[in-house]
């Protein structure tokens, strides 16, 4: 994935809130088999409405997809993005570094 630091800011600024954090941690423990919206707003004592508009904004950034299955919406995690984003924050580690230094640093780059 070829990000840049305009993409990158604005997937952090979607992220920028602790009820939308919780939602791509709650997709994302479900692997997957994703949630059905009313699942995910019964676990995270949510509204639905309020549900709706957190997920439409993780949606718009392409951090969360959903199917249509019968009558439901099933809302998954976007682990492909939230990688390119972590390779995005990385991938200079350790570019000026010498030696050994950089192995004790960035022992999961």
């Known amino acids: 994935m070829n990000m840049n630091?305009?993409?990158a800011s604005k997937l952090f600024e979607s992220?920028?809130?602790p009820t939308r954090l919780a939602i791509f941690q709650a997709l994302t423990?479900?692997?997957g088999r994703g949630m059905v919206a009313g699942d995910l707003a019964k676990q995270l004592n949510l509204a639905p409405n309020n549900l709706s508009f957190h997920l439409k904004t993780l949606?718009?950034?392409n951090l969360v997809y959903s199917?249509?299955?019968g009558k439901f919406v099933r809302y998954f995690a976007n682990l492909a993005?939230?990688?390119g984003l972590i390779e995005f924050l990385l991938h200079r580690c350790c570019e000026n570094a010498s030696g050994g230094d950089c192995e004790k640093f960035c022992q999961s780059c």
């Open 29 to 31: 423990a479900e692997g």
């Open 15 to 17: 992220l920028a809130s």
């Open 5 to 7: 630091t305009e993409h």
């Open 59 to 61: 949606a718009n950034a």
């Open 67 to 69: 199917e249509q299955q």
């Open 81 to 83: 993005m939230m990688n």
